[in-house]
């Protein structure tokens, strides 16, 4: 997926776009006590920085227990506009006791056609590193797109992953 198709787009829309990001973040923060604060900024920073370059295409942080998703938020990068919605709206009450956090990334194709070394130097610029692996399985849930936030011609259209009542 590009989306570097529009030269209107800055490092002033990703940050637009990860502070809504960040925002969701902070509500799962606060009902279910991670990610951290710390993690949280590193998140944003990693999400603003693959955005200007064109290199994220998808990105989810969430829950998973017995490497089955519980919650989840999942943000897939696309060309996008109009108005944004605002943050927030996810679920509160999932039971989370036992399980762990998660965050992981893919990578756009504007990315995988870097180089080796090219695709280093980009995440050598990133706020951590990341270990390649897959992402958790989807157990007994389902997705919803909820939100979409945009700027810049480029939308981060979120799905929320729910366990099955």
Known sequence: MSYSFTTTFTRTHAREIASRVAAD???????????????????????????VGGYLYRAEYGFKHSGDRLVSLRYTVRP???????????????????ASFFSYVEYSSDFQALSYAEQQAVKQGLPFQRTPGPGPG????????????????????RETFKTAA
């Open 80 to 98: 996008g506009s109009g108005d944004p919605d605002r943050a927030g709206k996810i679920p509160a009450t999932a039971d989370v006791s036992g």
């Open 138 to 157: 989807s157990g007994s849930g389902y997705w919803t797109t909820d939100h979409s936030y945009s700027a810049g011609g480029v939308a981060a259209s």
């Open 25 to 51: 973040l902070r509500l799962m923060h606060r009902y279910y006590g991670r990610p951290s604060l710390t993690e949280i900024d590193e998140y944003e920073t990693e999400f603003v920085e693959l955005l």
